[in-house]
C-alpha cells in the first residue's frame, strides 16, 4: 500500500529524456524542483536516473581515452618516404692471404683440444723406431716405414675422435664452415705425426749412410701412410672410431700388398690420389653427415 500510495503521490512518471537532461542539467549546475521532488519520492525514477549517470560517465571516461595512430596513418608514409639504396655487387671473396690467417687461427685453437701427449709419444716412438732400425739395417727401411704408416693411424684415431673431444659440439657453432674445422684438425694431426716421421728419417739417413738416402725411406712411407690417414679419417667422420680402427689397421696390414709392391715412385702417387680422392668426397659430404648425426 505504501508503494501505490507513493507512486500515486507523486503522479505521472518522466520520460527517460527528461531523466536524461535533468542527469546533464545537474552535471552543468541546472536545477529543476519539480522533477527532483518526484525522484526523492519515487524509486524506480532514481534507479532510472542512477543508470544515466552510469552511461554518461562511462561514455566520457571513453571519450578521455587517447587514440592512439594506426600503422597505416604514421608509420606507412614514413616508411614509403625512405627510398632504398641501390643495389651493389657483394665481392665475397676473402683473399688468400686472409685465407691463410684464418686456417692457422682456428688450426692454433685445434691444438687445445688434442691430448697433450700426442706430440711427444709420436716422436719418441718415430725416433726409437728409427733407433732400432739402424740396428738392423738388414731389411732396409721396412719397419721403419711400417712404423710410420702405424703411427699415422693411431694419431688420427687419438687426435680426431669425439671421445677426446668434450668441446666438440662447439666446432659447428664457430662461425666457419665444419669443413674447415675438421680440415684444421686433420692438418694439425697429420702435421704432428709428419713432423715426427721426417724427425725419424733423417735420423735414420744420418745414423746409417748404406739405408739409400733420405729420398728413397720418404718415398717408402709417405704413399701408405696417407693412405692409411685417409681411409682411418673418412671412417672416423662418418661411423665412428671402432669403425675406423677397423678400416685404418686393415689399410695398414693390407699397405705391403697395395703399395709395396709398385715401384716406389709410383705407388707413392698411386697411394697419395686415392687418399686425395677419399677426403675430397668426405669433404663434399660432410655437412650432410652432420646433420645425420644430429638428428
Known amino acids: 500500500m505504501n508503494g501505490l500510495e507513493n507512486e500515486h503521490q507523486t503522479g505521472a512518471h518522466p520520460d527517460e529524456e527528461e531523466l536524461l537532461a535533468l542527469v546533464l542539467a ?26 544515466w549517470f552510469a552511461i554518461v560517465d562511462a561514455t566520457r571516461a571513453e571519450e578521455d581515452t587517447p587514440i592512439v595512430a594506426a600503422y597505416e596513418d604514421l608509420i606507412a608514409p614514413a616508411l614509403a618516404a625512405i627510398t632504398p639504396p641501390a643495389a651493389t655487387a657483394v665481392n665475397n671473396r676473402i683473399g688468400l692471404r686472409r685465407s691463410i690467417r684464418m686456417v692457422a687461427r682456428v688450426t692454433a685453437r685445434q691444438a687445445s683440444l688434442v691430448p697433450r701427449l700426442l706430440a711427444p709419444a709420436t716422436l719418441g716412438v718415430l725416433l726409437l723406431a728409427a733407433v732400432a732400425q739402424a740396428q738392423w739395417p738388414q731389411g732396409g727401411h721396412t719397419m721403419l716405414s711400417r712404423v710410420i704408416e702405424l703411427v699415422m693411424v693411431i694419431c688420427v684415431l687419438s687426435g680426431m675422435a669425439p671421445a677426446n673431444d668434450p668441446r666438440s659440439e662447439l666446432g659447428w657453432t664457430l662461425p666457419v664452415s665444419p669443413r674447415l674445422v675438421v680440415l684444421c684438425r686433420l692438418l694439425l694431426v697429420l702435421g704432428l705425426a709428419t713432423v715426427g716421421a721426417l724427425a725419424a728419417t733423417g735420423t735414420l739417413t744420418a745414423v746409417e749412410q748404406d739405408i739409400g738416402g733420405f729420398g728413397p725411406v720418404l718415398v717408402g712411407w709417405l704413399g701408405p701412410s696417407l693412405l692409411s690417414a685417409a681411409c682411418t679419417s673418412v671412417a672416423l667422420l662418418r661411423r665412428g672410431r671402432a669403425a675406423a680402427a677397423l678400416v685404418g689397421f686393415t689399410t695398414w696390414a693390407l699397405a ?31 655437412n650432410r653427415w652432420v646433420a645425420l648425426a644430429t638428428t
Open 26 to 51: 545537474h552535471d552543468a549546475g541546472g536545477t529543476d524542483d519539480t522533477l527532483r521532488e518526484h525522484l526523492r519520492d519515487c524509486r524506480r525514477c532514481r534507479d532510472i536516473q542512477h543508470q
Open 256 to 286: 705391403p700388398m697395395l703399395v709395396h709392391r709398385l715401384p716406389p715412385i709410383t705407388g707413392t702417387v698411386i697411394a697419395a690420389a686415392l687418399a686425395l680422392a677419399l677426403l675430397t668426397a668426405a669433404f663434399i659430404r660432410l
